[in-house]
């Protein structure tokens, strides 16, 4: 059966995410993080930054509060089953810190089918407050047995 | 910020997760999809047992590149593909070369577990200077 591609091009409702110190705290240390920048805001202000920096990974937590129920979306209709994720880029702009609002833009990239599975790339661009992208996302979800 | 030349290596990040390190990033991340905390889950759908979070996985590639770049304000950019899967309680080790270095430095990383790429083609951009 083919895909259905009549998602691509589809966008969703943005989301506001805001940054908390104790949550970029617990996201280091899950990721092993040792840099003081993420751990200790006496360091990350000594450093001249207002409070702690996040990971650059934590744009998973920003993102997908706003684009994890999208994946869901019946247009898009990809089978969770069989879903796996195949690929995953991000670009940065500069370091996101504690006590800023992102707000995340998602919208399908791209349906396609090859051998027998469906890839579908999920586009988000998450901007600071003022409006001012701060890191772009590339999602390839990957379904077999389309 | 660091100094990249072309062919160099990057220092090699080892890392073995903990049995209970899923439930924490699944805590810390938001995804709660039992393949990585629940066993008898993990085993109904067909996998061997619980896995890593390729998120997780990749941020321990995020890491090692961070860290040799001089910190989180010189990293521009990480590409990966998720194969295979990783598994708490085993060894990882990220390792990376310098593909190219101008302003902006290329370098090629790759994740590894039990001799299997768990973390493979990534691609970091980074400052160069």
């Known amino acids: 059966m083919p895909v259905n591609t009549s998602a691509i091009g589809k966008t969703f409702a943005p989301g506001t995410y805001a940054v908390g110190r104790e949550k970029v705290k617990e996201f280091a240390n899950a990721v092993g993080e040792t840099n003081p920048l993420h751990l200790d805001h006496e360091a990350a202000r000594a450093a001249g930054y207002d409070d702690v920096v996040a990971p650059p990974m934590f744009a998973v937590v920003f993102i997908s509060q706003t684009m994890t129920p999208t994946l869901f979306d019946p247009e898009v209709g990809m089978n969770f089953a069989m879903m796996v994720h195949g690929g995953q880029k991000f670009t940065w702009a500069r370091p996101i810190v504690a006590g800023e609002e992102i707000t995340t833009h998602v919208s399908v990239k791209d349906i396609t089918e090859k051998d027998g599975k469906g890839f579908y790339v999920y586009e988000t661009i998450s901007k600071d407050e003022s409006g001012e992208t701060v890191v772009t996302g590339e999602w390839t979800f990957l379904v077999r047995g389309v | ?129």
């Open chain 2, 1 to 129: 910020m660091a100094t990249f030349e072309q062919g160099a290596a990057i220092p090699e990040l080892k890392v073995t997760p903990d049995r209970f390190l899923p439930v924490r990033y699944a805590g810390a991340s938001g995804d709660f999809n039992p393949i990585h905390t629940d066993k008898e889950y993990a085993t109904m759908v067909g996998l061997p047992s619980t896995i890593l979070h390729g998120l997780w996985s990749m941020a321990q590639v995020a890491r090692a590149v961070t860290d040799a770049a001089g910190g989180p304000a010189n990293i521009e950019s990480l590409e990966v593909q998720f194969r295979g899967m990783g598994f708490p309680e085993k060894e990882i080790t990220v390792s990376g070369t310098v593909r190219e270095a101008g302003e902006v430095a290329t370098l090629d990383v790759v994740a590894e577990q039990d001799g299997k790429q768990i973390i493979r083609n990534a691609v970091a951009t980074v400052k160069n200077g």
